[in-house]
């Protein structure tokens, strides 16, 4: 069973006085086919996880190991973390002008499998998986992200997660600045994409809203750049009712 390992994780980041610890020591396996919620307050480190295993050069990991099967992620470039099969769906999609989504799709699908999707099937996979995310197929002629609405940005990360099939996905804050249809339809498409390739997911919010659509098997909150508390669904229950004031005694980190 496909694995991801993070154990004993240190991460900082490059600031004008110089580097600044942010995550300070984080545990945590997720297999195929789970979904794990990590939850926490503003600056509690949870996208600076997000962008250390995508391997964004902000970041610098100091100590600790992740693995994917066994294999070093860390000793990965960017795109070979992709080919390995990890996939992010950030929180801020950026627009690419000039680059139609069709070209971006096939380009980075080529990449992934290291081979071009078969023509005659798979224009036909990107029509379902848009009409699927209710995207007008007239996008794929646009450029990436450009013009996009916040919700359409969102939508256009869950298609990657569809047509690319990774392993792993970490979705980063993928509920921000969605309306409540969006965020029923964006949940739809990551619930198609467990069903039919048993992807393990890493979503991160700071909201319970859209995991009333998207069910975790865990749930952590994490303070000051580690897991403060871990358990089951019930957790994220609690903290809609309590709130993470009770875990603020330590102070946070910047994210």
Not at 67 to 85: K, P, Q, W
């Amino acid at each position: 069973m496909p694995t991801l390992e993070i154990r004993d994780l240190h991460v900082s980041v490059e600031t004008k006085e110089g580097p600044k610890p942010i995550l300070r020591g984080v545990d945590l396996t997720i297999a195929s086919g789970e979904t794990h919620a990590i939850m926490g307050p503003n600056g509690s480190g949870k996208s600076t996880l997000a962008s250390a295993l995508a391997g964004h050069p902000k970041y610098t990991v100091t100590s600790g190991t992740v693995t994917l099967d066994g294999e070093d992620l860390l000793a990965m470039t960017v795109d070979e973390r992709a080919r390995a099969g990890l996939f992010l769906a950030m929180q801020y999609p950026v627009e690419v002008s000039g680059v139609s989504v069709a070209n971006f799709l096939r380009t980075a699908k080529t990449a992934i499998d290291g081979q071009a999707p078969a023509l005659r099937t798979w224009g036909k996979e990107v029509r379902g998986a848009m009409e699927n995310l209710r995207m007008d197929t007239s996008f794929a002629e646009r450029s990436v992200n450009e013009g996009f609405s916040g919700g359409e940005k969102k939508r256009h990360e869950i298609l990657q997660m569809e047509l690319f099939k990774p392993r792993f996905a970490i979705l980063d804050e993928t509920d921000s600045g969605l309306d409540v249809d969006a965020l029923r339809i964006v949940s739809e498409g990551v619930n198609r994409a467990k069903d039919n390739t048993d992807v393990g997911v890493l979503l991160i919010t700071h909201y319970t809203r859209i995991l009333r659509y998207i069910k975790p098997d865990f749930v952590h909150v994490f303070v000051d750049g580690k897991i403060a508390e871990e358990g089951g669904p019930e957790l994220a229950d609690r903290l809609e009712e309590e709130g993470y004031d009770k875990y603020l005694g330590a102070g946070a980190v910047s994210a």
